[in-house]
């Protein structure tokens, strides 16, 4: 079984300041972590992913993640907030090496920019 | 990654019609799969469409309801039967790779209305 959890349903700040998204997940076996990211009246577009490599890893538009086994989270953070990272924002986990290719989301967390 | 086209982006239906939505992908890809959003929601998986046999449907989701077709490694359909307005929804395809390895790659999904 798997789960993910998504900290805070709505993160609010100012541009050119950091962002944190917090991502605790479960699962019963190795983990594989995504983050995606849905704008407005699209589609959910990959962010990055974890897959048993790096624990630091790097994603498009300078966000990157940490996998803490011991903290079972995946954090998303980005140094510096730009309008264009309005949006919805989805952890997502599936198992890893396995024949087991459903995604189990989080409930997302909606992120406001100000300018 | 593949490029997904859904079509129609949106509609906007009478409640008791259906509905059939198209998933192309550029390239051949070893899985299918659709999910629903619904407003303000996460994404949950309808089913797994299967090419050349029965789709494979999570629990809460019924073939009655949402038949899904897949001739080949390059297109599916879902269609929403009988509509009421508890559908009205986000419908979105993705797609796993050749290599069966993730991430799943979605389309822009198809933004339904039942009125």
């Known amino acids: 079984a798997q789960s993910v959890t998504q900290l805070d349903s709505h993160v609010s700040v100012s541009e050119g300041t950091p962002v944190l998204l917090r991502c605790n997940y479960s699962s019963s076996y190795s983990p594989s972590l995504f983050w995606y990211v849905q704008h407005p009246n699209k589609g959910l577009q990959l962010l990055l992913k974890y897959t048993s490599a790096a624990t630091l890893v790097k994603g498009i538009n300078g966000f990157e993640a940490e996998f803490k086994k011991s903290e079972t989270s995946f954090h998303l953070t980005k140094p510096s907030a730009h309008m264009s990272d309005a949006a919805e924002y989805f952890c997502?986990?599936?198992?890893?090496?396995?024949?087991?290719?459903?995604?189990?989301f989080g409930a997302g967390t909606t992120v406001t920019v100000r300018a | 990654s593949a490029v997904i086209s859904q079509k129609p982006s949106r509609d906007i239906c009478q409640r008791g019609t259906s509905l059939t939505i198209q998933c192309q992908v550029d390239s051949q890809v070893t899985m299918m799969f659709w999910y629903r959003q619904q407003p303000g929601q996460s994404l949950t998986l309808i089913a797994t469409?299967?090419?050349?046999?029965?789709?494979?449907?999570e629990s809460g989701f019924v073939i009655d309801k949402f038949p899904i077709s897949r001739p080949n490694l390059t297109f599916s359909t879902l269609t929403v039967s009988n509509m009421s307005p508890e559908d009205s929804s986000i419908y979105l395809c993705s797609v796993l790779g050749g290599s069966g390895n993730q991430p799943q790659h979605f389309g822009d999904g198809t933004r339904l209305s039942i009125l």
């Open positions: 997502v986990v599936s198992p890893h090496g396995t024949n087991d290719y459903k995604l189990s």
């Open positions: 469409a299967n090419q050349g046999s029965e789709a494979t449907y």
